[in-house]
């Protein structure tokens, strides 16, 4: 009750909609960042994704490249652009207008020259599609061929690219890490970029939100020679199975080639 009346107390007073902030803790001490729906107050200590922002410290290195699907405001796109340096890339795709504006700003206020934000969405196909927002800013999802659309929600036509033809169209050197946040879209933006896995075999960090998508992207990784553990929680096990094993494949996951 008190945690609750302090937020709405700095609600209204230090964290104003619209106010802007320095961050004071954490990784991305230092920069700043505009208070709104879509950020909340979590990025005044870096956010709560502590985990994940130690692998990504782990893997990458000045010079690399990385991209960042399903990259929200921006919260890990800044930790990529400070980690990868002035001489490496940011590539990343934001494809719901309001959250990729917050994106866009973030990487300008903060300086990120070597970032580049794309308000596309990334699949299997090259188009357009139907992009349904969900209960918040960060649950919405292209809805073809995803369970639980629901036709009520307000709906609209997003473009949509490959990470193959994203390959093919400039040349990305040093691909270090794909990070993938999509929805249940994981298995598609997989099937998109067998190529560029192929040719660059980069490392991926993979957030998992369906147990067929657990499934479908275990084997598809395993396919292609890669080991994969999941960030935090117990160890798979089980790779061909999916939640409510809890020795299976669920959670977030980094997977690196062998």
Known sequence: ???????????????????V???????LRGMVFRVSMVTGLSPWYSGIERAQQRVFKGLLRPGDVVIDVGANWGLHTLY???????????????PYPPVFAELRWHLQANHCH??????????????NETFQPGANASTGRLSVGLPGHNVTEPVFSVPVQTLDVLGEHRVIERLALVKIDAEGAEGRILSGAQRLTERARPSFVIELHTPEQDVAVARWLTERGYRFERVTGPPIRHPECGWPDP????????ARPR
């Open 247 to 254: 020795d299976g494949v669920w959670g977030t996951i980094i």
């Open 114 to 127: 070597n970032s580049e934000a794309f308000p596309v969405a990334v699949g299997d196909t090259v188009g």
């Open 80 to 94: 990529f652009s400070r980690l990868v340096g002035p001489i490496g890339r940011v590539l990343a795709f934001e």
């Open 1 to 19: 009750m008190k945690e609750h009346l302090l937020k709405q107390c700095l609600r209204a007073t230090v964290f104003r909609p619209g106010a």
């Open 21 to 27: 902030r320095r961050i004071y803790f954490g990784p």
